[in-house]
Every structure is written in structure tokens, then in C-alpha cells.
């Protein structure tokens, strides 16, 4: 029957749809950004931990102020350089956006100084001057694509709350594409996504250019979509990335289309080092894009985990992991909390393991010792072990774990 209706009946059952699956997890939701929520305030900074987020944007500025950036497209890239401050009660996991003006930095996350950078000469001058504050052979950047329905504080907010509970070292940098940030504007983001591909590889290149020892790509949502195109295009293009400075590609909550996602990866060829897919088979979210879609399957709540790894892929499955957002669409900023308690943990379980599923903390693990392969198969050595036994940080299932939990950022000493 539902094939039969109208485009307008169509849409009107697609927001009843909506309206019961998601309307219970808005309930649950904190309250968005305000419209200045990137008004820059004055803030003691010993009261406060202080995070630097580079910007590399396909969205057009914003005047008004404590906007920055709104939803609408543009055709060339924009850059921007912002200072975050985190109030010292933050707590794990959590985004603490403001919501009302003037921010409270005892209480909320606040910017304490912003700028737009004109050139991609200006944001690489950025990225070099960040990356020198680590020493050679530790300088590590990590690019965070953000999903479907984002606005811009809300991606920028994100990417802070990850960086700070994770504490590992490395310069992040923000891709933000134009999404409207409105749930009615699915179809509209789809579109800007694939808009901003171009845009995506471009940053990607700048960022490997940079001087970078190693350089990891974290997307969450659609920006998986945008992500896989944009290195799909890298690798056909004849100018591949080069893999001794590839870190992971951490793929959370993919909204793509399982087989479009197989299609991707038939045109690229089996990854040298596999995909980290995090996925959850009760995301919300992806169920309403599942309908939309026609009822296909989207890649973050596939857990026919033991396909994917054959495909190439490190599957995480939080299917059993009880979320902070009522969506279930964001598990993976919990990961960075959890690193402490997951990362030896972790790794001690995948060594005894072999190529088993590995459960951590709830959290099921396939596909680890594929990690090892490649490092094996690259040269290098999968794993060195001191006198006491004890694993190096050199191991690959070690590194791929820190990644993980660690929201993308991949700490070597």
C-alpha cells in the first residue's frame, strides 16, 4: 500500500514514522546550542581545560554573532581556528553546550577565542604550528567528520568533548559539512554530503601534507557517507594516500547503505588496513533513515559482524551498551571514557584470543587480529614483549584499541 502513495502521503507517513520512534528520544535530549553559543567570553584559564579545534568547513560563514558557520553550502573550502574551554564539571561522555546567553564557563563549554583563516596556506600554518608542540615521530592529527542534523557548535562541541575525555595526544581537526541541522532536512543533508566530497578530500591531502607522523579519519552518522566517497576518490585517482603516515579510519554509526557500502569497497579494493566499524543494532536514528531508504539496512546497525570483517573491516558492536542519548545514535563518545578501563583490558583478552570475537565491558570486538596482519604484512613488527611479559604499545591490536577508545586519537609513545 505504501508504495502506491502519493510523494505527499509518502512523507506525511515517513514524519508519523518519526514522530513515534524519535519523538521519545527528544524527550530524553538535552536542549541544543543556543543561537550565540560561540560568543567568545573572557575566562580564568587555571579554572578550566583548554582545547584548540581546527576548522577546516565546506559551510558558508555566518555574521550573526555566536554563529560562526550556518547550514547552507559553499563551493570552495573555509577555515577557522577556535579555542575551547571545558568547565571543570564536565563529566564524561557528556557535552556541556550552552544554552543560554551569556554562557556560564563554571558550567558550560564556552569559546574563548575564534577566527576565521582565509587561505589554505593560513590553516596549514595552523596545523604546523600545532603539530610542532609534539615531538618528531609523535606528531599525530585526527579529522572528525560529523553526521546528519548537526549544526555547526554542535559538531564543534562534539569533537571537544571527545578530545578532552580521551587525554590522548594529537591536533584535532573538524571537516564540517552543510547540514541544516533539522531532522526534516534528511534529504537535503544527504545531498550536502555528497556536495562536500571534493571538499573532504581536499582537506584530507592538506592534513597529510602538514608534516603529520600519522593521521587518523573519524566519522560518525552521514559524514560516513561523505568520508568513503572521499577516499574512494583518493584511492582511484592515482595519487593514493601514503600508508605509512595512515593511521585508522574509524567508521561510527555509518549511514550508508550496506550494500552501497560493499559496492565502495569492491571499487577500492580490500583496505591494506581494515575499517573500524562501530555499529549498534538499536540506533534510532538509523532506523528512520532504514525507512526512508526503503527499508535497507544501513551499515551501523548491521551486525552480521563476521561479513564485514571478510570485507575488510574491525567490527565494535555496542549493540549491548546502555546510551547517553536517547537515539542510541551516539555510543561512540562513550568509548573515550572508557579507554582507561578498556585499553589493557582489551588488549590482554585479543592476544589470548587469536581471530575469536573478543567482549569487553559489553562491547564485542571482530576482527583484531586482522590489525596485526597488516601490520605484519607492511613489515613491521606485530608485537614486542618485555622481560615480564608484557606487551609493548607497539602491537597493533594495542594501537587499534587505544584508537577506539580514544575517539580516533592513536597514542605511541
Same mark, same amino acid.
Request: hydrophobic share 40%.
Given at each position: 500500500m505504501l508504495r502506491g502513495a502519493s510523494r505527499g502521503s509518502r512523507r506525511g507517513v515517513a514524519w508519523l514514522f518519526v514522530a513515534a520512534v524519535l519523538a521519545p528520544a527528544l524527550a530524553g535530549c538535552a536542549s541544543r546550542p543556543g543561537d550565540d553559543a560561540l560568543s567568545v567570553i573572557e575566562v580564568d584559564p587555571v579554572s578550566i581545560s583548554e582545547h584548540t579545534i581546527l576548522v577546516a568547513s565546506a559551510r558558508a560563514r555566518d555574521p550573526r554573532p555566536g554563529v560562526f558557520y550556518n547550514g547552507e553550502r559553499t563551493p570552495e573550502l573555509s577555515f577557522a581556528k577556535v579555542e575551547i574551554g571545558v568547565p571543570p564539571t564536565h563529566k564524561p561522555g557528556m557535552v556541556e553546550a550552552p544554552t543560554r546567553s551569556p554562557p556560564n564557563p563554571?558550567?558550560? &563549554?564556552?569559546?574563548l577565542e575564534a577566527e576565521y583563516r582565509d587561505t589554505?596556506?593560513?590553516? %596549514?600554518?595552523?596545523?604546523?604550528?600545532?603539530?610542532?608542540?609534539?615531538?618528531?615521530g609523535k606528531r599525530q592529527a585526527v579529522i572528525f567528520v560529523h553526521g546528519y542534523n548537526t549544526l555547526f557548535s554542535e559538531a564543534l562541541y562534539r569533537l571537544t568533548q571527545m578530545v578532552e575525555d580521551s587525554k590522548a595526544p594529537g591536533v584535532p581537526v573538524l571537516f564540517t559539512w552543510a547540514s541544516r541541522g533539522e531532522i526534516a532536512d534528511y534529504v537535503y543533508d544527504t545531498n550536502s554530503a555528497t556536495a562536500a566530497r571534493d571538499r573532504l578530500e581536499?582537506?584530507?591531502?592538506?592534513?597529510?601534507?602538514?608534516?603529520?607522523?600519522?593521521?587518523t579519519i573519524f566519522a560518525h552518522s552521514m559524514g560516513n557517507w561523505v568520508t568513503v566517497e572521499a577516499l574512494r576518490q583518493i584511492q582511484i585517482s592515482g595519487r593514493p594516500l601514503p600508508l605509512n603516515k595512515l593511521g585508522n579510519i574509524i567508521l561510527a554509526a555509518p549511514d550508508i547503505d550496506v550494500d552501497v557500502f560493499k559496492s565502495q569497497l569492491k571499487r577500492m579494493g580490500k583496505p591494506p588496513k581494515p575499517f573500524i566499524v562501530i555499529v549498534s543494532s538499536d540506533d534510532k536514528a538509523l532506523a528512520f533513515s532504514d525507512f526512508i531508504a526503503g527499508d535497507k539496512p544501513r551499515l551501523g546497525a548491521y551486525t552480521h559482524d563476521t561479513e564485514l570483517v571478510e570485507l575488510g573491516a574491525v567490527v565494535i558492536d555496542m549493540s549491548k551498551v546502555k546510551s547517553t542519548d536517547g537515539f542510541n545514535h551516539a555510543k561512540f563518545a562513550q568509548l573515550a571514557e572508557l579507554a582507561p578501563q578498556l585499553r589493557g583490558m582489551l588488549a590482554r583478552a585479543a592476544q589470548s584470543n587469536g581471530g575469536t570475537p573478543v567482549e569487553v565491558a559489553g562491547i564485542q570486538f571482530s576482527g583484531l587480529d586482522r &590489525?596485526?596482519?597488516?601490520?605484519?604484512?607492511?613489515?613491521?613488527?606485530?608485537?614486542?614483549? %618485555?622481560?615480564?611479559?608484557?606487551?609493548?604499545?607497539?602491537?597493533?591490536?594495542?594501537?587499534?584499541?587505544?584508537?577506539?577508545?580514544?575517539?580516533?586519537?592513536?597514542?605511541?609513545?
Amino acid at each position: 500500500m505504501l508504495r502506491g502513495a502519493s510523494r505527499g502521503s509518502r512523507r506525511g507517513v515517513a514524519w508519523l514514522f518519526v514522530a513515534a520512534v524519535l519523538a521519545p528520544a527528544l524527550a530524553g535530549c538535552a536542549s541544543r546550542p543556543g543561537d550565540d553559543a560561540l560568543s567568545v567570553i573572557e575566562v580564568d584559564p587555571v579554572s578550566i581545560s583548554e582545547h584548540t579545534i581546527l576548522v577546516a568547513s565546506a559551510r558558508a560563514r555566518d555574521p550573526r554573532p555566536g554563529v560562526f558557520y550556518n547550514g547552507e553550502r559553499t563551493p570552495e573550502l573555509s577555515f577557522a581556528k577556535v579555542e575551547i574551554g571545558v568547565p571543570p564539571t564536565h563529566k564524561p561522555g557528556m557535552v556541556e553546550a550552552p544554552t543560554r546567553s551569556p554562557p556560564n564557563p563554571a558550567t558550560d &563549554m564556552v569559546v574563548l577565542e575564534a577566527e576565521y583563516r582565509d587561505t589554505p596556506k593560513q590553516f %596549514s600554518a595552523d596545523l604546523k604550528s600545532e603539530l610542532a608542540k609534539y615531538p618528531a615521530g609523535k606528531r599525530q592529527a585526527v579529522i572528525f567528520v560529523h553526521g546528519y542534523n548537526t549544526l555547526f557548535s554542535e559538531a564543534l562541541y562534539r569533537l571537544t568533548q571527545m578530545v578532552e575525555d580521551s587525554k590522548a595526544p594529537g591536533v584535532p581537526v573538524l571537516f564540517t559539512w552543510a547540514s541544516r541541522g533539522e531532522i526534516a532536512d534528511y534529504v537535503y543533508d544527504t545531498n550536502s554530503a555528497t556536495a562536500a566530497r571534493d571538499r573532504l578530500e581536499e582537506t584530507i591531502r592538506l592534513v597529510f601534507d602538514s608534516g603529520a607522523d600519522q593521521v587518523t579519519i573519524f566519522a560518525h552518522s552521514m559524514g560516513n557517507w561523505v568520508t568513503v566517497e572521499a577516499l574512494r576518490q583518493i584511492q582511484i585517482s592515482g595519487r593514493p594516500l601514503p600508508l605509512n603516515k595512515l593511521g585508522n579510519i574509524i567508521l561510527a554509526a555509518p549511514d550508508i547503505d550496506v550494500d552501497v557500502f560493499k559496492s565502495q569497497l569492491k571499487r577500492m579494493g580490500k583496505p591494506p588496513k581494515p575499517f573500524i566499524v562501530i555499529v549498534s543494532s538499536d540506533d534510532k536514528a538509523l532506523a528512520f533513515s532504514d525507512f526512508i531508504a526503503g527499508d535497507k539496512p544501513r551499515l551501523g546497525a548491521y551486525t552480521h559482524d563476521t561479513e564485514l570483517v571478510e570485507l575488510g573491516a574491525v567490527v565494535i558492536d555496542m549493540s549491548k551498551v546502555k546510551s547517553t542519548d536517547g537515539f542510541n545514535h551516539a555510543k561512540f563518545a562513550q568509548l573515550a571514557e572508557l579507554a582507561p578501563q578498556l585499553r589493557g583490558m582489551l588488549a590482554r583478552a585479543a592476544q589470548s584470543n587469536g581471530g575469536t570475537p573478543v567482549e569487553v565491558a559489553g562491547i564485542q570486538f571482530s576482527g583484531l587480529d586482522r &590489525m596485526r596482519a597488516a601490520q605484519v604484512a607492511a613489515g613491521l613488527p606485530a608485537h614486542s614483549q %618485555s622481560s615480564a611479559g608484557e606487551t609493548h604499545q607497539n602491537d597493533p591490536v594495542v594501537d587499534t584499541a587505544t584508537s577506539i577508545v580514544s575517539a580516533g586519537a592513536v597514542a605511541r609513545p
